[in-house]
């Protein structure tokens, strides 16, 4: 790999908080790997502490049973023989969304020390310098950024009672400041120069066809010192590698700034001098739901939590390309508010012969946590003050139905009835989830239940179709699940494949 491992993660730094902002609503979890197994399909079947995220109302059916002892008709996957329960799990992973990927494969694939080094001397550089500002832009365009999700939790369940412990975490950022002039180019080379010895002058770059070098871009390159060969080259060169108008004016703004630099060594440009800053914003939150269910008669069960929260929005800023960032990122955790809390979650369910119906709402009383205002002085000297805005989180409200023909064969298929906001928001533009899924579960041989699922975000019309699955081994006392989720659709990075998507899951459980 070309890249130092430096300045790739110093990329992917800015790529990240280019792309989200301060969040005002969490994208839904991935809560438990049977859910996650059967592509988050679980309001109508869930059969496990679990419960308390997908659907509460299945609490109402636990450890109930006829006047004789005997379970249920209409008792599909046998819930009225759990009388109690405890269970600790967790979950996370990544995801890439829109050209995240591919801009970041081939940022890796330019030699960015020497361009820094040695300057534009040959028609790669340049190809190299364009595509340089090019994916730096098409990271910053709506939609392309990274994402993790990480949630944990622990619970207990006693008849239609449950309680628990849970912790959800996401990051945000906004850039404050881009700082295009002092990107650690030399100062010391004729840019001019450099860029007429790549030879490609009449044969090529004067080859007739229609510049797409703007004429308000060429006045800008000439009054920073390059001449009307050296504008051909760079026009041939843009044609070459497909760069649009907008990314080419953004690249004639760097041109000049770097010959700027080149003819004023006052001027700076050195990658320490840089003044790129960036706003990090964070927000965690622990919640202790009260879980009750209740039943009215065999048929229907409705289910409540109240969950007592603690929340936290955190943040700071910091210079990107200085060397003291880190220890910056690590005193970040000093940087909150607290907040204390209260949600409430509504579940119901319906279920008859082989057939389950659910419907679940998280956080309909639209929970809110304090931001708040702070005075940073950042390592270059600078004073800032900023404010870190409240965080809201937004109801989302899931509904399921699931086929079971057997106690030990499920088919279930949940939609999420509203669009939920996710972390990668900015002015004008919010990336959403509204996911429509589907999940198979064959309890083999009672000790072995084989999970596969799939689910596509219907949200975005880029999204794509992500496949999951998953198995539960049942060791009598002692219950192990394992899940994950793999995406469809690879992105390469430094020559190896990797999934847009990629999460798992795994709990422990005792349920009798």
């Known amino acids: 790999m070309v890249f130092s491992k430096r300045f790739t993660l110093q990329m992917l730094v800015i790529a990240i908080v280019l792309c989200a902002t301060p969040a005002l609503a969490l994208d839904t979890f991935m809560v438990g790997p049977r859910a996650m197994g059967m592509g988050g399909a679980n309001v109508a079947s869930v059969d496990n502490n679990t419960a308390q995220y997908y659907n509460p109302a299945a609490f109402g059916f636990f450890g109930k049973m006829d006047a004789n002892g005997k379970k ?12 109690w329960g405890l269970a600790i799990n967790g979950a996370g992973g990544y995801r890439l969304t829109n050209e995240f990927g591919t801009y970041l494969d081939e940022l890796a ?99 007739g066809q229609q510049l797409v070098i703007t004429s308000d871009m060429g006045a800008q390159l000439l009054s920073a010192g390059y001449n009307s060969a050296a504008i051909q080259s760079l026009d041939y060169v843009a044609r070459q590698e497909g760069i649009d108008l907008a990314t080419l004016n953004e690249a004639v703004e760097l041109l000049a700034n770097i010959a700027t630099i080149a003819n004023d060594p006052t001027a700076g440009g050195e990658l320490a001098n840089n003044t ?8 965690g939150h622990i919640e202790v739901p009260i879980t009750y269910g209740f039943n009215f008669g065999e048929n229907f069960a409705a289910g409540v939590n109240f969950k007592l929260m603690r929340g936290r929005v955190y943040g700071t800023q910091v210079l990107v390309f200085d060397e003291d960032s880190g220890g910056v990122m690590d005193d970040a955790e000093d940087d909150f508010k607290e907040t204390t809390s ?22 309909l009383n639209k929970p809110e946590f304090d931001g708040f205002t ?54 004008g533009y919010t990336y959403q989830t509204q996911n429509l899924s ?39 006392a002692v219950r192990l699940d394992i899940g994950g989720v793999y995406s469809t659709e690879e992105v390469e990075y430094d020559g190896d494949k990797a999934p847009k998507e990629l999460q798992v899951a795994g709990m422990l459980s005792i349920d009798f």
């Not at 249920?72 to 009388?83: C, I, V």
């Not at 790129?276 to 927000?283: A, D, I, M, P």
């Not at 072995?448 to 998953?470: C, I, K």
């Open 276 to 283: 790129t800053t960036v706003q990090l914003n964070g927000f």
């Open 342 to 363: 209260f949600g409430v979650d509504l579940g119901l369910m319906a279920r008859f012969p082989m057939l389950n119906i659910g419907l679940v709402g998280r956080n």
């Open 438 to 476: 589907v999940g198979l579960e064959w309890d083999a041989f009672r000790f072995l239940a084989l999970r596969v699922g799939a689910y596509q975000n219907l949200a975005e019309s880029d999204a794509e179709m992500n496949f999951t699955g998953g198995l539960g081994l049942n060791l009598w």
């Open 109 to 207: 694939a330019i030699d960015y020390q020497a361009l820094s080094n040695n300057g534009v001397q040959t028609a790669s550089d340049l190809a190299d310098l364009i595509n340089l500002v090019s994916s730096i832009s098409g990271l910053d365009d709506k939609g392309n950024a990274v994402t993790t999700s990480v949630n944990g939790g622990l619970n207990l369940r006693v008849g239609s009672f449950g309680i628990g412990v849970h912790s959800f975490v996401q990051a945000a950022g906004q850039v404050l400041n881009v700082d295009t002039q002092n990107l650690g180019f030399a100062s010391t080379l004729d840019y001019n120069s450099a860029i007429l010895s790549t030879n490609i002058i009449a044969a090529e770059a004067g080859d």
């Open 374 to 427: 702070k005075t940073t002085l950042l390592s270059n000297g600078q004073t800032v003050t900023a404010t870190y805005a409240d965080v809201t989180l937004d109801p989302q409200v899931t509904a399921g139905i699931a086929f079971m023909p057997f106690e030990t064969l499920t088919l279930e298929v949940d939609y999420d009835l509203t669009k939920n906001d996710t972390v990668l928001t900015r002015p």
């Open 72 to 83: 249920f008709a209409s008792d599909n996957n046998n819930l009225g023989r759990k009388d």
